[in-house]
């Protein structure tokens, strides 16, 4: 049944969904229902810990042995994603061990990398999912009377073919999908989601140790770091790179929370020009500003008026550039927009560590980098 539960997006009302970690509480309590008393439930139900209900009906519920499984169907609601109708099995069966032991089976992920929520060798089976699990089984336990031991194992099938078209493999997760929430609920359109992401990458590359780093918002800032590895130190592959994709001040905020001593930002001129005004989200939807910045610091740079009128009508930041050739004011015009580049970046990390930016064009190649960033290469040379 459809979690009637829905948030807005722009002027869109759209339909949460509930997550894997959701599901596998539900099923656990299902097959712990199951397993105790010998009753199959009709109707599954939990109190998610953003204090949102959900209840389901159980998709199989079936002994198998000594094992009890159930399965719930995970239901994305409109931000339907790659786990989204897939069925989230429990299995549970009696143990001797006193306690409730979480373990991933089929099609759930196991970490190999440190960093992540979970130590390496776990399955990837997040703290607040076990900790719903816990709370399910342990309350059929205390209602049945039932003081013995239970093993959970937590199944996704298909999982492992499903997660090869996520981050796990590049996360260190291998075999499989991981159990996931926070809030027990799926929020469509979630840029938490995404954050959520990025910081588990900072995070890893905090945990081995690296003292560098370098942002890039997108597949732009990757190419162009495959194109100037030899001119560069440090963008050979040696420094860790974490796409931060529009979030560059989240970004900017998690990596302060761990001891880096110099992050460089590479971008292109359409994502970085907007840090010159202090715009630190650089999606569209928030803010655009390119061609008033560039204009505005034409402007200041001595442009004349009809410059300023074709640079406001400009449709993208190549033309700008263009057009700033033409009255032969590009160097000047960059060089105070990765000024003021610099002095926001440099108040957003509150002197936590060394940051700089790096600008280019698709079209024009290398454009320049911040003072600082200038002596993060000139270090890492």
């Not at 992920?109 to 999912?129: C, E, F, K, M, Y």
């Not at 420094?239 to 110099?262: Q, T, W």
């Amino acid at each position: 049944m459809a979690l009637d539960y829905s948030v807005r997006s722009g002027n869109k009302m759209l339909r949460c969904g509930y997550t894997t970690g959701t599901c596998a509480a539900l099923a656990a309590a299902g097959a712990a229902q199951l397993l105790l008393s010998g009753e199959r439930p009709a109707v599954l139900s939990l109190m998610t810990p953003k204090g949102i209900p959900v209840e389901v009906e159980p998709v199989e519920l079936y002994l198998l042995g000594d094992t009890a499984v159930c399965g719930v169907v995970k239901d994305g609601g409109d931000d339907a994603d790659i786990t989204d109708g897939l069925v989230i099995q429990a299995h549970l069966r009696k143990t001797n061990q006193p306690g409730i032991s979480i373990d991933g089976g089929e099609g759930v992920g196991r970490v190999t990398s440190p960093g992540l929520d979970q130590p390496v060798g776990n399955a990837a089976i997040n703290r607040v999912p076990r900790q719903m699990i816990t709370e399910q089984v342990q309350k059929v336990c205390d209602r049945l009377g039932y003081n013995g031991g239970i093993e959970v194992l937590i199944c996704i099938p298909g999982g492992k073919e499903a997660a090869e078209k996520t981050f796990n493999p590049m996360l260190g997760i291998t075999g499989g999908l991981s159990v996931l929430g926070t809030s027990g609920i799926v929020e469509p359109m979630s840029e938490q989601a995404l954050v959520d992401t990025i910081e588990v990458e900072i995070r890893q590359a905090a945990v081995i140790g690296a003292k560098d780093m370098i942002l890039t918002p997108g597949n732009y800032g990757e190419d162009f770091l495959k194109a100037h590895a030899g001119q560069f130190s440090g963008l050979d592959g040696q420094i860790p790179v974490v796409k931060c994709s529009n979030f560059i001040g989240d970004a900017l905020d998690i990596a302060m929370l761990y001891p880096f001593e110099r992050v460089l930002l590479i971008g292109h001129i359409g994502k970085l020009v907007k840090l010159a005004g202090g715009i630190m989200n650089t999606h569209s939807r928030y803010a655009d500003c390119r061609t008033e910045l560039i204009c505005a610091h034409a402007a200041i740079c001595g442009g004349s008026h009809s410059l300023c009128t074709d640079l406001m009508k400009a449709a993208t930041t190549d033309a700008c550039i263009e057009l700033l050739d033409n009255e032969q004011l590009r160097s000047k015009v960059l060089e105070s927009l990765l000024s003021a580049i610099q002095s926001h970046l440099s108040r957003r990390v509150q002197g936590r560590f060394m940051i700089g930016a790096v600008m280019f064009s698709n079209r024009y190649g290398l454009l320049g980098e911040t003072e600082m960033g200038k002596e993060i290469l000139k270090a890492w040379n």
